[in-house]
């Protein structure tokens, strides 16, 4: 059974940034592809970013060159790191790991508003 765990959310202005972590428990943190979903009432859960066993990373364009994701195999640990971030960026996030079943966090609240 693997455990997520979320942190870093909270309230930013437009244009400040963001830091989130999530923490993982279990053996198989390693060979798993993570994820950073976000969601907002009403709407379907988006995926945000991606990071694979090996390191390749995949963004929404809506964040691209203002989001990075990075991993940390000895930690099991991803991060989130969210620049410029736009009232739109607005959401739950949540972090996914998946490895022929996938689990979620519990999400982290983050809010930009001015």
């Known amino acids: 059974q693997v455990q997520l765990v979320e942190s870093g959310g909270g309230l930013v202005q437009p244009g400040g940034s963001l830091r989130l972590s999530c923490a993982a428990s279990?053996?198989?943190?390693?060979?798993?592809?993570l994820g950073w979903y976000r969601q907002v009432p009403g709407k379907q859960r988006e995926l945000v970013a991606g990071?694979?066993?090996?390191?390749?990373?995949n963004y929404a364009d809506s964040v691209k060159g203002r989001f990075t994701t990075s991993r940390d195999n000895t930690k099991n640990t991803v991060t989130l790191q969210m620049n410029d971030l736009k009232p739109e960026d607005a959401a739950v996030y949540y972090c996914?790991?998946?490895?022929?079943?996938?689990?979620w966090g519990q999400g982290t609240q983050v809010t930009v508003s001015s």
């Open positions: 996914n790991l998946r490895h022929q079943v996938q689990f």
């Open positions: 279990g053996d198989i943190f390693s060979i798993s592809t």
């Open positions: 990071i694979t066993s090996s390191g390749t990373t």
